[in-house]
């Protein structure tokens, strides 16, 4: 079973930029899915980015043109570049590996981003 875990949140200005990573153990990182989900205060958690193991991303509305997704097989990582943060922005972040097999997600506890002037 794969392990999870996010780094890289914090309070940032509108307009800034941060990248959270997500750094993963115990199981082949190649044969999951990653993907990047968030919750805003008082809303439900929905998908913000994802990457397939085949490298095929995809991303939110919201987000297309400002967030970059990405991932490092060798380095079993998953990266979610975040530019021009917006306060709707606002959020605890979640990195989940998916097998690419059984489609189950394995969660990590989240990582909070504030963007507030």
């Known amino acids: 079973q794969i392990q999870v875990a996010e780094s890289g949140g914090g309070l940032v200005q509108p307009g800034d930029s941060l990248r959270l990573s997500c750094a993963t153990s115990?199981?082949?990182?190649?044969?999951?899915?990653m993907h990047w989900y968030r919750q805003p205060p008082g809303k439900e958690r929905e998908l913000v980015a994802s990457i397939t193991t085949g490298q095929t991303t995809s991303y939110a509305d919201s987000v297309k043109g400002r967030f970059t997704i990405s991932r490092d097989n060798t380095a079993k990582m998953a990266y979610l570049q975040m530019n021009n943060l917006k306060p709707e922005d606002t959020a605890v972040y979640y990195c989940?590996?998916?097998?690419?097999?059984?489609?189950?997600?394995?969660w990590g506890r989240g990582t909070q981003v504030t963007v507030s002037s």
């Open positions: 115990g199981s082949i990182f190649s044969l999951h899915h």
């Open positions: 989940a590996a998916q097998s690419e097999y059984s489609m189950t997600n394995y």
